[in-house]
Nanobody, 124 residues
Framework: QVQLVESGGGLVQPGWSLRVSCAAS????????IGWFRQAPGKEREGVSC????????YYADSVKGRFTISRDNAKNTVYLQMNSLKPEDTAVYYC?????????????????WGQGTQVTVSS
């Protein structure tokens, strides 16, 4: 069955870096768009980044552009989100999700499988 498992979250200081991983199983990774979303307490889940299945094109929310990088290792069936220059406002639970289509979207309704999430806390 389809499974997505996030890992790599933790507590870091502002300005530090962190890489979160999304290990996929039960499907061929590069057939689907994979998105990263985050949800802070009291806020709606928002799209952070995405990598498409067709040509590997990527999407980034304006709030993380230039700081976060998404990548995919098909051999390991894993998608990564490298997060640099972290800010306190990046604090959230980070989720990866499999898209229902091959192209990127920042709408949660376009994703039908979700991981359990990994907590990222940026605080001094």
């Amino acid at each position: 069955q389809v499974q997505l498992v996030e890992s790599g979250g933790g507590l870091v200081q502002p300005g530090w870096s962190l890489r979160v991983s999304c290990a996929a199983s039960g499907f061929t990774l590069d057939w689907y768009a994979i998105g990263w979303f985050r949800q802070a307490p009291g806020k709606e889940r928002e799209g952070v980044s995405c990598i498409s299945s067709s040509d590997g094109s990527t999407y980034y929310a304006d709030s993380v552009k230039g700081r976060f990088t998404i990548s995919r290792d098909n051999a390991k069936n894993t998608v990564y989100l490298q997060m640099n220059s972290l800010k306190p406002e990046d604090t959230a639970v980070y989720y990866c999700a499999r898209g229902q289509v091959y192209y990127c979207s920042d709408h949660t309704a376009d994703y039908n499988y979700w991981g359990q999430g990994t907590q990222v806390t940026v605080s001094s």
